[in-house]
């Protein structure tokens, strides 16, 4: 049972538009949520998260929105820039005794394309 | 600071071998996890550890071991492999409420 879900395996997006990347989760003891993105032959790095409390955190190009009703949260990048071009997964936990990011789940991550 | 360090970078094994991947960390954090990903899997979690001497399983243990007999170290075992295990595996550590630091990966193939 895949807990947390992005539906979409690829976006191709042309440089300087927004990319709109989509995680919808059905675990409703999640309450922290985050973005990491991969370039290929390197581990995940943190990109930007947002607690339950909130329903948007911004981080210069990045923005994360969070629809708890809909169990649905999505980052925008805007303006999008060819080295944004990465993997990105989103990732959610309970924060609990173990701290925010105890025992991620992600998802099952989405190929972001900027072309020039 | 060299972060995480995952050792070795590629391994190939026959079915049946063992091998032990090292993971080390230089950050003095107390969480350590082993993570595999698989194409159209993501990331799954194998083992955790929330601090020295302590273990936990995580969502696909089965086949692993691990051992954290020091802080800044975090092992995991293959006593058998096989080809199912082939994979990219990802070891990450963070403090509490930190955002985890990943490796680069260990890029295993079990023929």
């Known amino acids: 049972d895949q807990q947390v879900k992005q539906n979409s395996p690829s976006l191709s997006v042309q440089e300087g538009r927004i990319s709109i990347l989509n995680c919808d989760y059905t675990?409703?003891?999640?309450?922290?949520f985050l973005w990491y993105k991969k370039y290929p032959a390197e581990g995940p790095t943190f990109l930007i998260s947002?607690?339950?409390i909130k329903d948007k955190n911004e981080d210069g190009r990045f923005t994360v929105f969070l629809n708890k009703s809909a169990k649905h949260l999505s980052l925008h990048i805007v303006p999008s820039q060819p080295g944004d071009s990465a993997v990105y997964f989103c990732?959610?936990?309970?924060w609990g005794s173990g701290g925010s990011n105890y025992k991620l789940t992600f998802g099952k991550g989405t190929l972001l394309t900027v072309n020039p | 600071n060299a972060g995480v360090t995952q050792t070795p970078k590629f391994r190939v094994l026959k079915t049946g071998q063992s091998m032990t991947l090292l993971c080390a960390q230089d950050?003095?954090?107390?969480?350590m996890y082993w993570y595999r990903q698989d194409p159209g899997m993501g990331l799954r979690l194998i083992h955790y550890?929330?601090?020295?001497?302590?273990?936990a399983k995580g969502e696909v243990p089965d086949g692993y071991n691990v051992s954290r007999l020091k802080k800044q170290n975090f092992l995991l075992g293959l006593e058998s492999a096989a080809p199912s295990q082939t994979s990219v595996y990802f070891c990450?550590?963070?403090?509490?409420?930190?955002?985890?630091?990943f490796g680069n990966g260990t890029r295993l193939t079990v023929t």
């Open positions: 675990n409703s003891m999640f309450d922290y």
């Open positions: 947002i607690s339950s």
């Open positions: 550890s929330v601090g020295e001497g302590t273990t």
């Open positions: 990450a550590s963070t403090h509490r409420d930190s955002p985890l630091h």
């Open positions: 990732a959610a936990s309970v």
């Open positions: 950050m003095n954090h107390e969480y």
